[in-house]
Each structure stands twice: as C-alpha cells, then as structure tokens.
C-alpha cells in the first residue's frame, strides 16, 4: 500500500518535477499529532530546518540531486525515548511518510536524505550511556551518544571503545552502526564495528521493540535506517592504552608504497591507524617537502605493540624515507581533518569511498593515476586501512561544480572506477542513496540478504526508502550517462585545441 | 540566483561552499548545543545560506533572527575542517540582513545608541566617569595626560556599576607599580566592535579612529585593555596598528604579567583560594592569551588554579558575546548557565575571567542556578592581593 504510494509520488514528480507539499489540511493535523507526541519544541516544519535535515556533506550542487524527488523532509522530529519514537512510527503509517533516521549526518552518499518527503528523525537527542561495565568490558549506549561523550565517560574508567570514523569530532555511534563502521581508528587492531557490537535494540517500524543478537546483527551494521531505528547498543570496550607512537614515511613509486602498505598490514603487530595518501592530498594539511606519497602508520607505544625492526626492514626495502617525528605527530593529529582539508580550496569536492582489498589498492591508484593524466581532472586521494585485508580509498576530485561537463565527467570517472573496483572484488565503502545502485553487482548476495530482511522488518516500506535495497534509478541508465558524459569530456578536448 | 552584496563585497560569497558539512561546529557550538536545531548550527545556517544564493530559499525574517542567535564565539571558525572565518562570515551576514531590513529591534537599539550615544546602553558621556567615584583624586589628573600606557575601560566597564571595580582595580594596580597612565574619561567612545556585530561593518572604523586619535595625541605606546573584544576590533579593523601607529595593544592579564615579571607587583599570601580561569572566547581563540591570566594566578601566594573542563582555546562561550545577551537575553543566560556548571563541578569557590560580559552573564546564571560561587575580574584578585605599601618597602629595606 505505501509502496503504491511512493509509485504515485514518482508519477507526480514526472509532470512537475519539483517537491510536492503535502495538502494543507493534512499537513495540519500530522503537525500537531507529532506535536502532541514530542511537544511544540521539538518538531519542526519549517522550511529552513527542513532544508537544513535533508542535507549532508556530500556537498554536491543543488541541480545534481533534483532528480532525487521530494528531496525535502515534511517535518523534523526530535525524539528523546523510545515511546516517542513508537508514536511517531504511528503517525507515519497514518499518513504513509517515510522515516529518515538521522545521526550526526557526518556520512556521506545521501544516508539520511529523503527522497519522498517524510519525517527526518533526529536521533541525536538520544544520548545516553545508559551503563559502562569495566567487570564484563561494555558499555551500553543510546544511539545519538557522540563519540567524544562517549570517549570522556569511558576514559573516567581508563576504558576506551578503542575505534571510532574519521568524523569522531560530529558523528553519534547509531549513525555509524547503521553505515557500517568496517574501516575507522582503529580497526586494524581493535577489530570492526561488528566485533564490538553484542546486542542491538531496534524499533521495528510497527513499532515493536527487539533485541538484536548474533548473526543478525550484521543485517544492521550497513543498514542505513531501511529495517528499523537501532534505540539501544551494547558495545565491548578496552583499557587505555599508554600511548601512541606515529611514523610517517614518503615514497616516490606508487607501487613500492602500495606493497609496503601490504606488508605493514599483513605484520602480527597491528597498527591502530595506517592511511596512505598521495602529495595533492598532502599539500592541503601537512605538505612534503620531498617524495610524492606518503605512508603514515600509527601503533600503541608499548614494545609489545611496536614492529620498530620490521618497520626499518618494510621502508629499507621499498625505499621509503622516515619524515621525522615532528611530521609524523603532526599526521596522526590531523587524522581527523585530512580528508575534509582539500574541501576549502574547491567548490564540489567529488569523491567516491570504495573498499577494496588491500592487494587490489595498487591496481585502482594506478587506474586513477592514468585519468588524472589522460582526462586531465584533479584528482587526489587517500586511503585508511580498515582491517588488515582490506582498506577505505577515497579518491577525489576538486572540481567547480558551475563546470557541469567537468563536474559530470569527474563523476563518470568516479564510476568507473566504481565498476573497476567490483570487477577487482572491492565495492563500495558507504552505500547511502547514490550508490545503492551499485548494491546488485558490488554486493549480490548481501542485496538479497537485506531484501528480505527488509520484508521482515518493514514491509510496508516506511523506513528510509530507496537506500540500499531500493534505487530510484538503474545502474543501465546511469552506466549510459556517464559514458556519455566522460566521452564528450574527451571530445570537448580535441574539439577545445 | 539572489544577489548579496555584502558577502560579495567582503569576499565571502564562496564560503557556504566552501564547507565540507562535516558538522564538528555544530557540536561545539553554544546556540545549538542550548536549542538542538540544526539551523541555529553553523553548517545549518551555511547550508540554508546556500540554497538562499542558489535562488532556493529567501532571505526572511526568520533566517535573520537565527543569525542574530549567535554568540560569535569562533569557537565553530577554530575547529572548522575547512578553515572558513566563520566569525567574519556571520557579521557579513548580519550585514545583508540589515541591508534588507531585517534587524532584530533589539540589535537596531544598540546600533541607535552607537550611533548617537557613543555607547551600547543609551547613556552618555559624562556617565563614564561614575565609576571613579571615591577615587577621583587619584585618577582626575591622569585623564587625557600625556603617558606611554592608556588604560580603555570600554563600554561595559565603564558604564556598568558592577563592573566600576574591575575599573577601580585597575587602577589601584598601576598605581602600585607607578605606571605612567593616561585615561581617556568622558572623550572615550565605544570600540566599534558592536557595530560589526549589528551588521554595520563600514563604521566600525571610523568609531575606532575616534578614539585612537586621541591616543595619539596623548603620546601613547601601549594600550591596556579590560575587554578582549575591543582589542580584537582594534586589530582586525586597524590592521596595520602597530605599523601606523606603534601602538601595542594588551589584555589585562598581559599587562599585569608584565609587571611582575618587572617586578613591580608584590603580593601578600592569600589564605587558600581556589579558582578555576574561564578563557574568554576572544582572548582564548583570537589573542591567544591563554597562560599569561593563568601564570598571574600561579604568582599570587595562597591561590591556586583548578582547570575546568574544557578550557583554553576549546573554552565554552558565557553566552553573552556578540550582542546574544540583547538579542536573547533568556538564551544567552542558559548557555551562561551550562558553561557556569563547568565550574562548579570543580572545587574552585571563585571563577577568575577578563571579560567584562563573562563577568555579567555569570552573575546572571547563578542568579537564575542558585550557585554560590564569586567571580571577578584577574585585575580584581590582583589588585585585593597587592602586599600593602608599607610592608613591601619594609620588605625591601630588609632585603
């Protein structure tokens, strides 16, 4: 019934093509019953909150995401317990509107933006660390804790959760629970998201509460909201470590820094931190003086924990060169900032996050390399090593966004790229709304695994459409466009001389 | 697409697009962590400047108001990924909203007051003498003297009662330590900087000038300040202070650092106090003068620091910066109140600060917590700890 609901509202958008509001009389009355679950405070329709909730650091240009239809949230709720929630689910069923979960929306991808209007529901509010239990090592937490909260209590208890993204400084453990949390700090060591989290509680979308245990708890790390709003997790912690010791190594062949990432990864002592990235990337927050990639890989500073011989035999053998103690620390600070950095110099900053298998991380930089000769655009990236298998690359463009041929070429290549990293068994990192079209050859059997969760849990299709299991476009129809696009890219060059 | 002006004039139409929306200001800052909307947030007010430019959205009275809850703290400029001088950009803004008559009326009193008062509280010139009572004798022959260091009480100071003493502390220290000093009294007029945080950035100089060419006149070399703002305008608006004018411009714990470094300051063994320093915004993040307030605390025999979380540059906004406390003034006393129970879950028993607005907005919050707890100016810890007269020249006999 929903379903044929949001077919409607697809029909609709063809003729207009501009977001439909909702008829003022019942755009009235859902106000006020949400009002009357949360209170006149914390529930918004306003346009520029509405405006402000749909958004996220994907930073592209307004005209790119037009075809995403009601790209506009109804209305903001911010919810504070899980009764709150159950009424609202109410209300969205009533009125057959989407829920948008929505963390600290410091992911990217379109995770928490509508496509056919809806409530976004700001999780943020639910804050809580509900237990830290330093007998049995966990910590149980409302979703919208953030990580520097979460951080702060635990280090009362010389506990640490051990791993965190690279947007520590904004995002909340539910959103990253619900993206994934395969690559951050620390994972290499520590072990993923996953092996950290023991139990879930999860507002089914009729409303019903449910313990998440096991194996089913994967269904929900890379779930993007679409099966249920995660109220509750159980997370395992550790102690404090003493400290931390950084080393940073430039490289002037591509490869040779590629298998020294591979070496570094494969030790027995696990870095906490690995991230290569190459000079373009570099020179927007700790610039090189000399080589053109640079390795920075970070351990706990205790001798059982430090590969210091095997770290002189690596980059002995593969001609890396230690950029001393001043620039490494200065590294592993910026850790949190390194990818954002470029962002001040450019417009759009377009980027694509793929997760590829570390002995596959050669094959893509090169490809990526070649276009940033042959197609002229530029490019830039980084990697972070996730776990000691695979890795999160993220390769950019800096790219004005007013230059829509440019812009639209990048992206194809980004594409490519896409389809070159499946091909080579890698996918894509985040998968939000632009790349579940990706979901059906990068992730088959995962596809088909969520499918049917999806009709376990919310059959009726309220939570967070057209993310992961939904697409509001085909892959076919994207593949042709951007083949267009990066041909006349090409073209423009000939025809320019 | 709309046109602004003032964002164009100022060089920041590029700077909604310029953020990365990774959203590390949203948590720093005070106006959202108190109203947990994201359009009171820095990327959310970007973001909807964004699609304003782009034609998507208009520039309302709305929007207005959300600019104008701000306390203009930096604090989301100092942690922003992307480097934006997200200070600047909101005070161009401020700028267009006025352009467009969208003042909030309470931001349109003060820039009224300014513009003919000479002062943010419609009061007047001979009202900045008041707070000399019972001390004219020493301080009426140093107004508009010839001497190498000017002591600019600003506004608040000023005009204030209860901050007359922070004032009168002042002086009482340059006294102390013979400092040649001169006052502007009844010709000083307001800094400027409430007219850039009003949206009137073009005469925020020309107020500057008006006091900066009688300290010129006066022969000045250093300038002492009791409010970190009037230094940052001085600064920002004047750039090339030091160069045109020779002028040094210092916060009050810098001065005061200064003269005991010269060894011109003694002090008596204070019965155990313990503070806690709250950095202002401005001296923390824009003057960075974080360890010399706390290096003046350390010298003071018998008083002891605790640092209350967090502190130095990631400081907490009082929540009365950039004309919030005018605008909103229920708002701005609850972000008083979160960053007062910083210092209250310290041992300290007194908040030592050198801002005149954080003296005020505290006073307000535990007004409206209930908590018990002295604050002061560090000219006031200072000046009530000197070593009296007499002792000291025994002292230095003995010596």
């Given at each position: 019934m929903y379903r044929e609901a949001i077919e409607m509202a697809e029909m609709k958008q063809e003729t207009t093509n501009k977001p439909e509001p909702t008829p003022v009389t019942t755009e009235v009355s859902i106000l006020d019953k949400l009002k009357e679950i949360?209170?006149?405070?914390?529930v918004s329709d306003s346009e520029l909150e509405r405006v402000v909730y749909s958004g996220d650091p994907s930073s592209l240009p307004q005209y790119h995401y037009r075809w995403k239809g009601k790209y506009l949230a109804d209305y903001v709720v911010r919810v504070e317990n899980v009764n709150e929630i159950q009424e609202v689910l109410k209300v969205a069923h009533q009125h057959k509107l989407p829920i948008i979960p929505r963390g600290g929306a410091s992911s990217c991808m379109g995770s928490s933006s509508p496509t056919h209007g809806g409530i976004s529901l700001d999780m943020k509010t639910m804050d809580k660390v509900i237990e830290i239990n330093k007998k049995s090592m966990f910590v149980r937490v409302e979703p919208g804790v953030t990580f520097e909260r979460l951080g702060n209590e635990l280090e009362k208890e010389g506990?640490?959760?051990g791993i965190y993204p690279s947007s520590a400084k904004s995002a909340v453990i539910g959103g990253w629970i619900a993206c994934g949390g395969r690559g951050g700090i620390g994972t290499p060591f520590y072990g993923s998201l996953r092996e950290h989290t023991t139990s879930l509680s999860v507002m089914r979308s009729d409303g019903k509460l449910q313990t998440v245990e096991g194996n089913d708890i994967d269904l929900f790390l890379q779930s993007y909201g679409i099966l249920g709003i995660i109220v509750e997790a159980t997370l395992k912690v550790h102690e404090i470590p003493s400290g931390y010791k950084t080393f940073s190594y430039c490289f002037h062949d591509l490869e040779r820094l590629c298998i020294s990432m591979m070496e570094m990864a494969k030790l027995e002592k696990k870095p906490l931190y690995l991230n290569i990235a190459d000079s373009e990337l570099q020179k927007y927050s700790n610039p090189m003086e000399k080589g053109r990639y640079v390795l920075t890989v970070t351990y706990i500073d205790e001798p059982d924990f430090l590969p210091l011989s095997e770290l002189e035999s690596i980059t002995g053998n593969y001609d890396g060169t230690y950029l001393g103690d001043e620039f490494s620390e200065k590294d592993w600070d910026l850790r949190y900032d390194v990818e954002f950095n470029p962002k001040e110099h450019t417009e759009t900053l377009m980027f694509q996050e793929f997760w590829m298998p570390i002995d596959k991380v050669y094959e893509m930089l090169s490809s990526y390399e070649s276009y940033r000769e042959s197609h002229k655009i530029p490019a830039l990236w980084f990697g972070m090593l996730g776990t000691p298998e695979e890795m999160r690359l993220e390769l950019m463009a800096m790219i004005d966004a007013e230059h829509y041929l440019k812009f639209i070429a990048s992206k194809g290549i980004l594409h490519k790229m896409m389809k070159k990293a499946i091909k080579l068994g890698g996918g894509p990192y985040t998968i939000g709304l632009q790349n579940s079209i990706y979901m059906s050859r990068a992730y088959p059997d995962r596809l088909s695994r969520m499918k049917e969760a999806k009709a376990k849990w919310d059959p009726e299709g309220v939570m967070n459409p057209d993310k992961v299991t939904d697409c509001m476009t085909s892959f076919r129809r994207i593949d042709f466009l951007f083949l267009l696009a990066t041909a006349f890219r090409r073209l423009s060059r000939y025809v320019g001389k | 697409m709309t046109k602004m002006d003032f964002l164009e004039r100022y060089a920041q139409e590029n700077e909604p697009y310029v953020c990365a929306s990774c959203g590390n200001c949203t948590l720093v800052c005070p106006v959202f962590r108190s109203l947990k909307w994201e359009s009171y947030g820095p990327r959310g007010k970007l973001h909807i400047m964004k699609s304003i430019i782009e034609g998507d959205g208009e520039f309302g009275q709305d929007f207005a108001n959300k600019i104008f809850l701000c306390t203009l703290c930096e604090h989301c400029t100092s942690v922003c990924t992307t480097g934006i001088s997200l200070d600047r950009f909101w005070e161009v803004t401020r700028a267009e909203a006025r352009q467009r008559g969208l003042l909030p009326r309470p931001a349109q009193f003060v820039l009224d007051s300014l513009e003919s008062r000479g002062d943010i509280m419609w009061m007047g010139s001979a009202d900045r003498l008041l707070w000399m009572e019972g001390i004219e004798e020493i301080v009426t022959d140093r107004i508009l003297k010839h001497a190498d260091v000017a002591y600019f009480l600003g506004c608040n100071v000023s005009l204030k009662s209860q901050l007359h003493d922070v004032a009168r502390s002042m002086i009482k220290i340059m006294e102390y330590a013979g400092v040649d000093y001169t006052l502007l009294g009844e010709k000083e007029v307001c800094c400027g900087a409430p007219l850039g945080w009003a949206g009137k950035l073009e005469g925020i100089n020309e107020m500057a000038e008006r006091n900066l060419e009688l300290i010129r006149s006066l022969g000045v070399k250093t300038v002492v300040f009791s409010c970190p703002s009037c230094i940052q305008t001085w600064s920002e608006y004047k750039r090339h202070l030091k160069e045109e004018n020779d002028l040094e411009l210092l916060t009050a714990s810098q001065f005061i650092s200064r003269l005991i470094r010269e060894g011109r300051l003694k002090f008596e063994e204070q019965p155990m106090v313990t503070v806690t320093y709250h950095d202002p915004c401005i001296s923390a993040r824009?003057?960075?003068?974080?360890?010399e307030p706390r290096e003046v605390i350390e010298d003071i025999p018998g008083v002891y620091n605790v640092e209350m979380m967090p502190s130095r540059k990631s400081t907490r906004c009082c929540g009365a910066h950039g004309l919030l406390d005018v605008v909103d003034p229920v708002l701005s006393s609850r972000i008083a109140e979160m960053r007062l129970r910083d210092a209250t879950v310290t041992p300290a028993t007194r908040i030592i600060t050198e801002c005149p607005r954080c003296i005020l907005a505290f006073d307000l919050a535990k007004f409206t917590t209930g908590y018990d707890i002295t604050v002061q100016d560090i000219t006031q810890i200072v000046a009530e700890s000197l070593l009296p007269k007499k002792e000291e020249d025994k002292k230095s006999a003995e010596g």
């Open positions: 949360v209170g006149d405070e914390r506990l640490t959760l | 824009v003057l960075k003068a974080t360890e």
